[in-house]
């Protein structure tokens, strides 16, 4: 596993928005007296969230203060999971799955995209807009290659259309989620095959 540090540019405070605020205290009162550092991880991604998708020293020294717990165990949770982004993203953060199922269907292809278009994994392009990194399997392998971009999944990619996703986001003209060609949820590429005639009626009578 790599070491993950602190990106080393950090802002001089972090404070949760009033809603945000609210919703953490529910998360907290979610578990018994003595337990409240469950919330952890809870408490970290709605932090991420706020802070465009990643996750500044100072939102995690206010989420240990929130949960009463050593400042080290914090920063402990916070640098061991991958889900925690320590370096500024761009504003459509891209997960592409390179694992086995989708570089079978074309991976390799997507990462290409990201390259000429944004630059080498964890870069920020020149806009703002897109970042990208390599990440394991998303749980989407019947509709592979897929990446999630935020948190929404796009799945059924090619170049092409991975392509013109990119450039929809970036005009900031609504794109579809999920399949980009069309098909339902995991259905086969070319259409159903079984079950295609159902009989108006089930069983006997009586």
């Given at each position: 596993?790599?070491?993950?540090?602190?990106?080393?540019?950090?802002?001089?405070?972090?404070?949760?928005?009033?809603?945000?605020?609210?919703?953490?205290?529910k998360?907290?009162?979610?578990?018994?007296?003595?337990?409240?550092?469950?919330?952890?991880?809870?408490?970290?991604?709605?932090?991420?969230?706020?802070?465009?998708?990643?996750?500044?020293?100072?939102?995690?020294?206010?989420?240990?203060?929130?949960?009463?717990?050593?400042?080290?165990?914090?920063?402990?949770?916070?640098?061991?999971?991958?889900?925690?982004?320590?370096?500024?993203?761009?504003?459509?953060?891209?997960?592409?799955?390179?694992?086995?199922?989708?570089?079978?269907?074309?991976?390799?292809?997507?990462?290409?995209?990201?390259?000429?278009?944004?630059?080498e994994?964890?870069?920020?392009?020149?806009?703002?807009?897109?970042?990208?990194?390599?990440?394991?399997?998303?749980?989407?392998?019947?509709?592979?290659?897929?990446?999630?971009?935020?948190?929404?999944?796009?799945?059924?990619?090619?170049?092409?259309?991975?392509?013109?996703?990119?450039d929809?986001?970036?005009?900031?003209?609504?794109?579809?989620?999920?399949?980009?060609?069309?098909?339902?949820s995991?259905?086969?590429?070319?259409?159903?095959?079984?079950?295609?005639?159902?009989?108006?009626?089930?069983?006997?009578?009586?």
């Amino acid at each position: 596993m790599s070491v993950r540090r602190l990106d080393p540019n950090q802002p001089e405070s972090f404070a949760f928005t009033p809603e945000n605020l609210e919703t953490a205290k529910k998360t907290i009162a979610k578990y018994p007296e003595g337990r409240q550092a469950s919330a952890i991880i809870s408490l970290l991604w709605l932090a991420q969230k706020q802070h465009d998708y990643w996750l500044p020293e100072p939102a995690i020294r206010c989420v240990a203060e929130m949960l009463d717990m050593p400042y080290i165990r914090a920063l402990e949770v916070a640098t061991f999971y991958t889900m925690f982004n320590l370096s500024p993203v761009g504003k459509h953060f891209i997960q592409l799955c390179g694992t086995t199922p989708c570089w079978l269907r074309g991976a390799d292809d997507l990462k290409e995209v990201c390259r000429k278009r944004i630059g080498e994994q964890q870069q920020v392009s020149a806009d703002g807009n897109f970042s990208w990194l390599e990440v394991e399997c998303l749980g989407a392998c019947a509709n592979a290659p897929m990446v999630q971009i935020n948190d929404d999944y796009y799945e059924d990619l090619t170049a092409e259309n991975f392509e013109k996703l990119l450039d929809d986001l970036a005009a900031g003209r609504e794109v579809k989620m999920g399949s980009q060609t069309g098909r339902k949820s995991s259905e086969p590429a070319g259409g159903l095959t079984t079950l295609t005639d159902v009989p108006a009626t089930v069983g006997g009578e009586g």
